[in-house]
Structure formats: structure tokens, C-alpha cells
């Protein structure tokens, strides 16, 4: 029977009433507890200084969030473009069509003077639209 207590003992674990197992209490001697406990309630408190700091930065990190993703989108872009433009004949093509829609559109809006109003009353329509009256 000694020996069982003993075993009990060594594992940790003493036996409650109705045969119920109790873990033994932490021992209080440890030091390194007096080192972890307080990295833990600072740790805990981090979620609530993240909170408070974005909270008390919202627009500046809003600011921030927005410009990284403007750069993103430009190098990403660029990438997209250098891609396309390393593709045999697909380069030239583009050249191409952007020079035939430039001719058009200076023979249809720029050549005659009544189409250039028309352009600049389809340009005042739009600003009216996007800017409202007083712009």
C-alpha cells in the first residue's frame, strides 16, 4: 500500500473523496513563473492596445492601407503590361489600333470646327454630371 502512495505521489495525483482524481496544486517555488505570468497578462492585453491604437488612428492607417494598395495595383499593372507586350506581334497590333483610333477620333471631333463643339458640349454634359451645376 506504501508503495502505491508513493506512485500516487510521484505522478502528481492524489485521490478525493469517491475515488475521484485531483490534480496536485503547482508548487510555488518555480521561478520561472515569476516570469511568465506577467509576458502572459501582457500578452493577453494586446488584442484591446490593438484595438484602442487603431481606434485612435483609424483615418491615418485608412490613409496608409490605401496607398500600399495603390502601389500594389500599379506594380501589378506594370507587370500585367510588360506581359503583354512580350507576347510576338501582339505589341505592334496594339500600336496599331491605338494609332488608327487616334486618327479616327481627330477626324470625327478635332478636324471641323462644329464637331469640336459637339466635343465640348458632350465634355460640359459629363462635367455637369460628375461635378453637378456651379462646377
Not at 496536485?24 to 518555480?30: C, G, I, L, N, R
Not at 501589378?76 to 506581334?89: E, G, M, R
Not at 462635367?127 to 453637378?132: A, E, I, L, S, Y
Request: proline share 4%; charged share 25%; glycine share 8%.
Amino acid at each position: 500500500m506504501e508503495s502505491q502512495e508513493s506512485t500516487k505521489q510521484d505522478l502528481g495525483i492524489k485521490l478525493g473523496s469517491g475515488g475521484q482524481i485531483e490534480k496536485k496544486a503547482p508548487s510555488t517555488d518555480s521561478p520561472w513563473r515569476e516570469w511568465v505570468e506577467p509576458v502572459m497578462e501582457v500578452v493577453a492585453k494586446v488584442p484591446d492596445y490593438i484595438g484602442q491604437f487603431y481606434a485612435e488612428n483609424k483615418q491615418f492607417l485608412i490613409v496608409i492601407g490605401l496607398f500600399v494598395l495603390g502601389i500594389i495595383t500599379v506594380k501589378i499593372t506594370l507587370a500585367v503590361l510588360d506581359a503583354v507586350n512580350d507576347i510576338p506581334l501582339l505589341a505592334p497590333l496594339l500600336e496599331l489600333v491605338g494609332i488608327g483610333y487616334t486618327a479616327w477620333f481627330v477626324w470625327r471631333y478635332l478636324l471641323k470646327s462644329e464637331t469640336r463643339r459637339e466635343l465640348l458640349a458632350e465634355f460640359e454634359a459629363i462635367k455637369t454630371q460628375v461635378f453637378g451645376d456651379k462646377a
